[in-house]
């Protein structure tokens, strides 16, 4: 190694995040709740790649749910996730932009129906990706990607 190689320790088992947007990565550990006592988490931002910059997040003994795959879509749609078990990867997958949303982004209507007492759960659709736009199946208002993301910061 030179002196100008920084060595991060593998892990050996647990979850690697890569291709995350520069400067998004505590956007991820928000919605994964991370860090929290008791799980190693390491934490690159602004990495050069090949196609400009990117974070990378891994931590250990952890493997994601479908529902925080969704919510990572919102911030980081073209990341992918590596499993790791005894040091290999054993699962490689690309996040995908899901088209409905259940209980992952809040409505910005304070009148909305899914934001009263009622126990209803939030849903929106896809509309658009680039930027990201999502309409709430109750009330039709249309949230943007910066009040998406304000609601994981």
């Known amino acids: 190694m030179t002196k100008h190689e920084l060595k991060v320790k593998p892990i050996e088992n647990g979850t690697v995040i890569d291709h995350i947007p520069a400067n998004k990565a505590l956007q991820v550990l928000k919605i994964l709740g991370l860090p929290k ?7 690159a931002m602004n990495v050069s ?15 994601l749910e479908h529902t925080e ?47 009263t007492e009622e126990p209803i759960e939030s849903k929106f659709y896809l509309v658009e990706s680039d930027p990201i736009t999502v309409r709430c199946h109750y009330c039709e208002r249309l949230v943007q990607a910066n009040e998406i993301y304000n609601q994981f910061e």
């Open 37 to 43: 006592e008791g799980t190693n988490v390491t934490l």
């Open 49 to 63: 790649s090949k196609l400009g910059y990117k974070d990378i997040v891994k931590f250990e003994n952890r493997e």
């Open 69 to 115: 795959i969704d919510k990572i879509s919102l911030i980081a749609p073209d990341a992918t996730i590596n499993i790791i078990r005894d040091y290999e990867i054993v699962a490689k997958d690309q996040v995908r932009m899901v088209k409905e949303l259940n209980g992952i982004v809040k409505c910005t209507n304070p009148k909305c129906i899914s934001n």
